[in-house]
């Protein structure tokens, strides 16, 4: 038996178990300071009271021989996809139910999306980037292109028509960057892979923390995206549930390549190798989309946005370059006095208490800047914003 | 952009659509009568007590910052697999935790494990089979060898010095036959692999229903096989959660194939594509590993195998040949009258109202043969082979 010898061209160590770990070594060897960690993407808050009572209505429901839910459609319940129409008809983008996949999460989508693609395909990545997108390739064995994201083009890169790509991986907001395409540069996008008949792979994920009503939430509202776009949203960084596991994906019926329709290959993928997402959760997300559930959802994220707001005015008074925080949790700064990425990670480990994540774990350009996120806890930002302004000045 | 042009040799018809689809159109026509559906696998039955219960805690537990859980291991929490570990030790297998992953379900991992191996092995399938085997090997574009197996050998096909192969899909107690492998059968396909240096995927997610104690629940009950082979299951049809969707995979830390071990490779394939079960999901599971939730499991398993016997009596009395039904919930009739699969589903539909899946959709061998399941409701199983009695007399 042979094993896929791609895995084998895989980097060994994973950012956040290397993060893990030394944030483990340093608790041992202190084990009475309190770590504050502003490092991994993970939410705080808890789940919104509409998703709660959701859940326990729907375990009730399975408690019941009369009421009980077996095995439900692999592509999600109407009622789930129904929400998620609504959801995207109040900022113009209109869906059919059969164009919305419901998933366990981002995370597991945008890596299996890859199983309707060739092998054979070169695929454009942002550089930096959310590792995913490039260690999923890699186990495929795709040929990758990078894209430079960089402090001259704020971390935005657009299309350079000398490349030609087959599969294009955007994330906006950017995940670590923080950095969100506006209307044109989409639609610059857009046109790019329609010029070169590219699929692009639009990763949702933040989309919720878009304040700037002018800024795209969905690559649908961009004219044309149905004929080249698939988008993936997660539940996760809105609703709550990193611990709950549920998303969307979205094949548009328009969307085709070599004569077939995209929907019906993952709709073939997806009645194969997944058995549907558990009915309980599907009845959560469905709350989450209610009015009520909404409008938990808008405090929680105002909550994360005021963290970042405490972040952001902090970097600002000390003179900083950052992007990021305003439309998305997620701050991306320049490392202070010439620092690398895991440089400036010891330092603020050793003298803030802090944890975030070096910059260069997602790519050679990240080297030099550092992601923090506004998921901590109110207090904690607090406590280590004074303990980072002190350090540094 | 090229698709997986693999995805274009998968049979358009997938069974249990084909039979959804002469159901629906066999009650718009007859919309009085009512149909007894023991085609699918599906559970009837509620979850346990014991795992409600513990879904209400769970989310309560989600609804306070507190106790709120975000992001889990991807590979699955301590607790769930500790309790996986407690239920193997009782018959004599040990494992370590770190070699359970804890999954979505069977299904998923069943697909997703080929991930970690060369599309140039050559797959070696029983026909017939639960079809999800070849279609995720046709979507990687593998070799694919079917072993026969047929009324002579009891549809337990066993090793062929003559072929060789690399992953060889065991699945016992067999979906859809419902035979069961012995110890020395299973002793042989785990020396055949050795000798061949293959993996086997051994699909145990019907071990619950064994009700005969010298027959093997898990391929690890057989000498050596932690060199060779990766073990699947699920809690769907013993917890019955086909609705909730969890289950685990086995890599065992002796797995080792051109010096690497299967084990890293599956963790970083999980840790890439997959992040984890949702938390009140794993509680679920947990509990139905509690005494009181295998006692109720107990109960469930009792009365589908009671459906069984009744199903199983029935074929007795009227003279055919069955495989399957006491150790498994699946009964695999011969087509009386010398009827081709789909030609008895039409007459069973038509005559006695009753939905069973045609053999032949699990494979040619399958020709012929016939699907019941005892997943159904008692009254309608009695109700059914009183038909089927009436009409085949």
């Not at 059969?98 to 060739?118: M, Q, R």
């Not at 949790?329 to 490392?335: A, E």
């Not at 990425?341 to 208490?353: H, M, Q, T, Y």
């Amino acid at each position: 038996m042979k094993i896929n010898s791609n895995y084998l061209k895989l980097e060994n160590n994973y950012l956040f178990s290397t993060i893990t770990k030394k944030v483990e070594d340093y608790k041992s060897k202190y084990p009475k300071k309190e770590i504050i960690n502003l490092g991994i993407g993970d939410v705080t808050q808890p789940l919104p009271t509409a998703v709660i009572n959701a859940l326990h209505k729907a375990v009730s429901e399975m408690s019941s021989k009369h009421t009980f839910r077996g095995y439900g459609p692999e592509h999600g319940y109407n009622f789930l996809k129904t929400a998620i129409r609504t959801y995207y008809e109040k900022r113009g983008v209109f869906l059919e139910e059969n164009e919305i996949f419901i998933s366990e999460g981002a995370n597991s989508d945008l890596g299996n999306i890859l199983d309707i693609f060739s092998n054979d395909n070169t695929v454009l990545i942002p550089d930096p980037v959310y590792p995913v997108y490039m260690d999923t390739n890699i186990m495929a064995g795709r040929k990758i292109i990078f894209m430079c994201a960089t402090e001259e083009n704020n971390f935005l890169p657009m299309p350079d028509k000398n490349i030609k790509a087959d599969i294009i991986f955007i994330c906006s907001p950017n995940n670590p960057t923080g950095a969100v395409y506006n209307k044109d540069q989409l639609k610059e996008w857009v046109d790019y892979a329609l010029s070169c008949n590219a699929v692009i792979i639009f990763d949702g994920a933040y989309e919720a923390y878009i304040q700037d009503r002018k800024l795209p939430r969905s690559i649908y509202e961009i004219e044309d995206a149905k004929k080249c776009a698939i988008e993936i949203c997660s539940l996760s960084k809105n609703a709550g549930f990193t611990g709950t596991r549920c998303g969307y994906t979205i094949v548009p019926n328009e969307l085709r390549f070599e004569g077939v329709h995209l929907n019906m290959l993952w709709l073939r993928r997806q009645t194969t190798k997944f058995n549907g997402v558990a009915y309980i959760i599907q009845r959560a997300a469905e709350a989450a989309f209610t009015e009520e559930g909404q409008a938990e959802i808008s405090k929680f994220i105002n909550y994360y946005m005021d963290n970042a707001k405490i972040i952001c005015n902090t970097l600002q008074n000390m003179n900083i370059w950052f992007t990021g925080g305003e439309n998305s949790p997620y701050i991306w700064l320049k490392c202070p006095k010439g620092m690398t990425s895991w440089e400036f990670f010891d330092f603020l480990l050793e003298r803030a208490n802090t944890v975030g994540s070096p910059g260069s774990g997602f790519g050679k350009n990240g080297e030099g800047f550092f992601r923090l996120t506004s998921f901590g806890d109110r207090k904690n930002v607090e406590i280590a914003m004074k303990k980072i302004s002190s350090i540094l000045i």
